[in-house]
């Protein structure tokens, strides 16, 4: 049979006890991780320590790297130091320390939350609220009594393990006998395979305004005005990334335009590739082209527009030159409908004649 005492300080709970500390100790292994907390104490010329309370777990199913699990046992840890400075707060004055012997973890427990991935980042976050990072001291493995936590050690065993009971021998030694604070057994690689990735400018160099089409495929939309809409912010968010002077507020009838004349360009471009280059070098179209009767031109946007015998008409530019779009294209599809709802549903005629005029 184990014995544990109901009081912490014995014959001396009657006597003014000054300078309490507690000691939380924390350790992890693949099978289980946890902690343990001591009361030191000063009295007289006499220096005690023991055992208040310990907690463990066992490792989860999914396979956590040891790193993490020794996060864990750390997070126990504070939590478990919190309950007891709660529970002693009126009666005690209670200076904390914590001891790991993870290099990894007093890195990132002394460094900020917001470098590492999610995982390490919330838990480093809820140990920097309920402690001190400064607090936070290196403890050889040999000398964690934590390390009894995750170890197969019968009750008999346990029982005879005094370090268990009052912590490890320097725990009642003065202070400059600890162990010394370092982190020389930390590897680099170890610690940074938790720090998350900075965003990098890829869209500034990798995609542009005019590779929307490489972030969203406008045909899961049957909607025309909520691609453009889709597109509009999507050319905003690349613009404020590489640009220092910012686009705020809602979108502008302009950025819309822009949106319109992008998939126009792109749908262009996908079948007239290579009427687009013979018109770029202002060469004839090849006899086959299919839109080599229209007389075809490019416009200031570089948009494949109607060209004829209309230039002096009394006429709107869109309506004397209207956009070339091929029928089996999804956006041709999309903006006919769009034209057809906008005339209340009218015949071809109506309908030709709204896609020849301006989009406002």
Same mark, same amino acid.
């Given at each position: ?46 220096? %005690?320590?023991? +055992? ?11 396979? #956590? ?10 997070? $126990?840890?504070?939590? #478990?130091?919190?309950?007891? &400075? ?7 004055? $209670?200076?904390?320390?914590?001891? =790991? ?10 460094? =900020? ?14 140990? &920097? ?10 403890? !050889?493995?040999?000398?964690? !009594?934590?390390? +009894?936590?995750?170890?197969? #050690? ?26 010394? +604070? ?44 909520? $691609? ?18 910012? &686009? ?10 822009? =949106? ?7 749908? %262009? ?10 018109? $770029? ?7 086959? =082209? ?11 946007? %570089? ?8 230039? /002096?008409?009394?006429? +709107?530019?869109?309506?004397? /030159? ?5 029928? %089996? ?15 209340? /549903? ?15």
């Amino acid at each position: 049979d184990v014995e544990i005492p109901r009081h912490y300080f014995g014959s001396l709970a009657k006597i003014n006890i000054e300078n309490i500390q507690l000691h939380c100790f924390v350790d992890a292994s693949e099978k289980a991780y946890g902690a343990v907390v001591y009361f030191r104490y000063h009295h007289k010329n006499a220096l %005690q320590s023991r +055992m208040v309370v310990s907690k463990s777990r066992v490792a989860p199913l999914k396979k #956590l790297s040891l790193p993490r699990l020794e996060l864990m046992a750390a997070l $126990i840890g504070v939590r #478990l130091s919190k309950t007891v &400075q709660r529970y002693f707060k009126e009666q005690l004055y $209670i200076v904390p320390y914590y001891w =790991s012997d993870s290099s990894i973890v007093l890195h990132w427990v002394k460094g =900020s939350p917001e470098r590492w991935k999610p995982f390490v980042q919330n838990r480093t976050r809820e140990i &920097q609220e309920k402690s001190e990072p400064a607090s936070w001291r290196y403890c !050889p493995t040999e000398q964690n !009594p934590a390390d +009894m936590l995750t170890r197969d #050690l019968s009750i008999a065993s346990l029982k005879e393990e005094k370090s268990w009971w009052f912590g490890p021998e320097w725990l009642t030694s003065p202070e400059c006998s600890w162990p010394k +604070m370092t982190t020389s057994s930390c590897k680099e690689e170890e610690v940074l395979t938790e720090k998350r990735e900075k965003v990098k400018k890829v869209l500034q160099s990798n995609c542009t305004t005019e590779q929307v089409n490489k972030l969203f495929n406008p045909e899961k939309f049957s909607n025309l005005s909520k $691609i453009l809409r889709i597109t509009a912010w999507i050319r905003r968010f690349l613009h404020n990334a590489k640009n220092k002077e910012k &686009q705020f507020g809602p979108l502008t009838a302009e950025e819309l335009e822009k =949106s319109e004349t992008y998939w126009i360009k792109n749908t %262009q471009e996908e079948y007239f590739a290579e009427e687009i280059k013979a018109l $770029i070098s202002k060469n004839p179209l090849a006899k086959e =082209s299919r839109i080599k009767k229209f007389n075809p031109f490019l416009d200031g946007d %570089q948009v494949i527009r109607v060209g004829g015998r209309l230039q /002096h008409a009394d006429l +709107m530019f869109s309506e004397k /030159h209207p956009i070339i779009l091929p029928e %089996q294209s999804y956006f041709a599809d999309l903006t006919t409908k769009c034209c057809h709802e906008k005339t209340g /549903h009218s015949g071809i005629a109506g309908t030709l004649l709204r896609f020849r005029r301006p989009r406002n």
